[in-house]
């Protein structure tokens, strides 16, 4: 059992940065792919970024290749998403999660475990 908890989410201008953060409980953390996951309202949940164990590759969905990092930091049992020149469409609940799976993972029903979500709100 792992238990997700993220934060740093918040109300930012068009242009502004953010970084988000994700902890995780338990002492296997590094067994895990760490994913970030973002839904707006009245759309479904989307694959933003995704990164594998020990930091060994990580993967962005094309819409925010550039602007978004993800990191992990395996001591911490944190996952990291920098988020840079935020535009108002990147508003969203955004989530973390974690899988078992072996490879690039980047399907929602792929990850196992999820956290409850931290609010991202850009201005225009």
């Known amino acids: 059992q792992v238990m997700l908890v993220e934060s740093g989410g918040g109300l930012v201008q068009a242009g502004g940065s953010l970084r988000l953060s994700c902890v995780a409980s338990?002492?296997?953390?590094?067994?895990?792919?760490m994913g970030w996951f973002r839904q707006a309202p009245g759309k479904e949940r989307e694959f933003i970024a995704a990164?594998?164990?020990?930091?060994?590759?990580?993967y962005y969905a094309d819409s925010v290749k550039g602007r978004f990092t993800i990191s992990r930091d395996d001591v911490k049992n944190t996952v990291y998403l920098q988020i840079n020149s935020l535009k108002p469409e990147d508003t969203a609940e955004y989530y973390c999660a974690a899988s078992y799976m072996v490879g690039i993972v980047i399907k929602s029903e792929e990850y196992r475990y999820w956290g409850q979500g931290t609010q991202v709100t850009v201005s225009s």
């Open positions: 338990g002492r296997t953390f590094s067994r895990y792919v």
């Open positions: 990164i594998g164990r020990s930091g060994a590759w990580t």
